[in-house]
């Protein structure tokens, strides 16, 4: 299995611009997460679906956030319109009852 | 919600020496604790966890042990080596699967 499968590797994007992060979770797995990690908050829950499901979206930031999972095999997290504080590495991960599989994630820099 | 604290943020250890990291967390209902190690450029990856019904789990060198009554849980890395070296996270959930609450991290250097 090649993993959990995020892109870009590195977004860098001018303020105001709409961004699309993208992942593709491990066949099988029902749980898909997306975390957010800066050095100031660390790993932060933003949504996570059960099952193609938005189950918590409590922990998006803004409207300006919204994530979608049209089918068990992909995920799209939207940031529209930019800020230089969304600034950070996005991490998808998937599950299937145990611990995690992360991505190896995408960087965004927002300028 | 939950709240995952985690000491020491940093950590600096001799090859061969012991590493101990602690965490504790705040929701008693929570009952499972995963530790993930993240290098430099990827994603955090599981090196083991524990659930409630247990009070200790050991793999070679990695144990980790949970005190329920104290709300606490430790990640303890026995003759360590340099490529230990790395950020390490503790994490809690009421169980396994769901979404975890993560604490600060822990980065550890190991030196030759």
């Known amino acids: 299995d090649a993993g959990v499968i995020q892109s870009p590797r590195h977004e860098v994007t001018e303020m105001g611009q709409e961004v699309t992060l993208r992942c593709k979770p491990i066949?099988?797995?029902?749980?898909l997460f997306w975390y957010r990690q800066t050095m100031m908050r660390g790993l932060e829950l933003l949504i996570y679906?059960?099952?193609?499901?938005?189950?918590?979206d409590s922990g998006m930031p803004e409207d300006r956030f919204s994530a979608k999972m049209p089918n068990a095999s992909f995920s799209t997290l939207k940031i529209q319109p930019s800020e230089p504080r969304d600034s950070a590495v996005y991490f998808c991960?998937?599950?299937?009852?145990?611990?995690?599989?992360f991505g190896s994630g995408t960087r965004l820099t927002v300028v | 919600g939950e709240n995952v604290e985690q000491h020491p943020s940093t950590l600096s250890v001799q090859e061969g020496d012991s590493a101990v990291i602690k965490c504790t967390y705040s929701d008693s209902a929570s009952n499972y604790f995963p530790w993930y190690k993240q290098e430099l450029g990827k994603g955090p990856q599981l090196i083991i966890d524990?659930?409630?019904?247990?009070g200790e789990k050991k793999d070679q060198r990695i144990a980790v042990t949970l005190n329920k009554t104290a709300k606490h849980f430790s990640l303890h890395i026995t003759e360590t080596q340099p490529e230990d070296s790395a950020v390490y996270f503790c994490?809690?959930?009421?169980?396994?699967?769901?979404?975890?609450?993560f604490g600060k991290g822990t980065s550890l250097l190991v030196t030759p």
């Open positions: 066949s099988g797995h029902d749980y």
């Open positions: 991960a998937s599950s299937l009852g145990g611990g995690y599989t």
């Open positions: 994490a809690a959930s009421i169980r396994s699967g769901y979404a975890l609450n």
């Open positions: 679906f059960n099952n193609n499901v938005p189950i918590d």
């Open positions: 524990i659930r409630s019904n247990v």
